[in-house]
């Protein structure tokens, strides 16, 4: 079970996480009926939390399609590119590079077209952002773990994506 304040009326309500079907987004307040926005942190399902309470802000009504932060290093001045609906191709800036966003950096180790993004609309209005590794010659890491070619995984707000030595953030 944990804890949830709902941000309108702020009852607190007490939740089996393991009883919430996969893929819900939100659910409805039993004392004020608006929706309560869920998403899942580091926490595994069956874990029992009796932590403090945990107190999740409305989404906006607009969320955005999502955008990618670049880190700045020494190679790599600091970088935000808004993403769009459909197929997009990441990699380093040059002068022959199929990318639709090419990040401006000197880090020879990521490739010109080295990631493959594709942002679909889902059913309730939202966008999944779909990550794949775009053949390149150094990997692709995704929360501290490789992408194989031929995965494909589902990107979720704070992300990370490594490519080459550069460092960047998704977020929704």
Not at 51 to 64: H, M
Not at 72 to 77: G, K, R, S, Y
Not at 152 to 169: A, P, S
């Amino acid at each position: 079970m944990i804890s949830v304040k709902c941000p309108h009326c702020k009852v607190g309500l007490k939740v089996d996480e393991t009883r919430i079907p996969k893929g819900i987004e939100s659910f409805k307040c039993p004392k004020c009926k608006r929706e309560i926005p869920l998403s899942y942190l580091d926490h595994k399902l069956g874990q029992d939390s009796d932590a403090e309470t945990l107190v999740i802000s409305p989404k906006a009504k607009d969320k955005g399609i999502g955008r990618f932060i670049v880190f700045p290093d020494i190679d790599t001045p600091r970088q935000e590119f808004q993403l769009n609906e459909g197929i997009i191709i990441v990699g380093r800036k040059a002068k022959v590079s199929t990318a639709n966003i090419c990040i401006q950096t000197e880090d020879k180790t990521m490739s010109r077209s080295h990631i493959r993004i594709e942002v679909k609309k889902n059913p309730k209005g939202g966008y999944f952002h779909y990550l794949s590794d775009n053949n390149s010659k150094n990997n692709t890491l995704y929360n501290g773990k490789c992408i194989e070619n031929g995965d494909m995984v589902v990107l979720k707000d704070n992300d990370e994506i490594v490519m080459g030595r550069t460092i960047i953030r998704f977020n929704e």
